[in-house]
């Protein structure tokens, strides 16, 4: 395009000269002179013109190079963009298709959770069905601690076993539940590190079994209880200072699906836990 421009100046020029040069061939008079240097004057002002429309012409084609190469950019950048969102797209999809088996899973769970508080001392377990399962409470200040949801789906014909630790010692007062910190064992998900309850996955006849040692001179009593009530209990007595004793607890239970399961301090004391020594323990696992 300034090629285009610059050829027709050019012609321009050629011809203005050219009639400049016949001018100058013929006779001159005083007239033509005066004439001659109007037109040179004429001649050099409209050759600045032309330079200067020439050099804007070229910062216009510049600028329009430069415009050109930011859109290109723009269009490339749109592009990867659109690439993206395709991406993300997909894995929202897979996402979505892989959480649809669990979602009646978590719904049949939520049905069984139930958030009725008690005082550390409920009554006894009715069995009535239309009695609410109760959550041991297992703070001093009485609040109920919150059950964690289990996702992943469980096989009904799988082993539903489980056993988690303590790894330092405790204090005990009544009440208290205990919390076994460490999990060693847990095919289903169903224990809960947080609280100390281990949620039933699956309704049948469990094994639980217990171990704890005492520290001091206190009385370590404890007590295995399902939905809030006492289902086994043992006791441990540190007769001498200095001496540890130790209580093991083994009983069966038929539980139904979601019923909480836990240990829970009957009176105050200290459970020691040393790596090597002594190590409290709760478990259990279905075996009908």
């Not at 109007?38 to 002002?45: A, L, W």
Request: hydrophobic content about 35%; glycine content about 8%; aromatic content about 6%.
């Amino acid at each position: 395009m300034g090629w285009y421009h610059i050829n027709i100046v050019l012609l321009f020029l050629t011809c203005y000269n050219v009639e400049v040069q016949g001018t100058s061939n013929g006779q001159r008079t005083d007239t033509d002179v005066s004439g001659g240097v109007d037109d040179i004057r004429e001649g050099t002002e409209l050759r600045l013109l032309v330079s200067s429309l020439l050099e804007r012409q070229e910062r216009q084609e510049t600028r329009l190079r430069q415009l050109e190469r930011t859109v290109s950019g723009h269009v490339e950048d749109l592009r990867r963009k659109d690439v993206r969102i395709g991406l993300l797209e997909r894995e929202l999809h897979d996402l979505k298709e892989a959480s649809n088996p669990t979602i009646g899973h978590v719904t049949k769970h939520l049905s069984n959770v139930s958030t009725t508080n008690v005082n550390p001392y409920p009554q006894e377990y009715s069995g009535n069905p239309d009695t609410p399962k109760q959550v041991p409470a297992g703070h001093p200040d009485g609040s109920v601690p919150t059950k964690s949801i289990r996702l992943a789906p469980v096989d009904p014909s799988g082993p539903n076993a489980f056993s988690a630790s303590l790894t330092t010692s405790l204090n005990l007062h009544p009440g208290l539940i205990m919390v076994f910190d460490h999990v060693l064992l847990d095919t289903d998900s169903s224990y809960n590190t947080g609280d100390g309850v281990y949620q039933v996955p699956v309704s049948g006849v469990y094994v639980f079994t217990w171990i704890s040692t005492g520290e001091t001179e206190d009385f370590i009593f404890l007590e295995l209880i399902v939905n809030g009530s006492p289902r086994a209990a043992t006791t441990s007595d540190t007769y001498m200072g200095g001496s540890w004793d130790s209580a093991t607890g083994l009983v069966l239970v038929h539980v139904s699906a979601g019923d909480h399961v836990s240990i829970r301090s009957a009176a105050s004391g200290r459970v020691r836990s040393v790596p090597h020594q002594t190590t409290p323990m709760f478990s259990g696992w279905r075996i009908a």
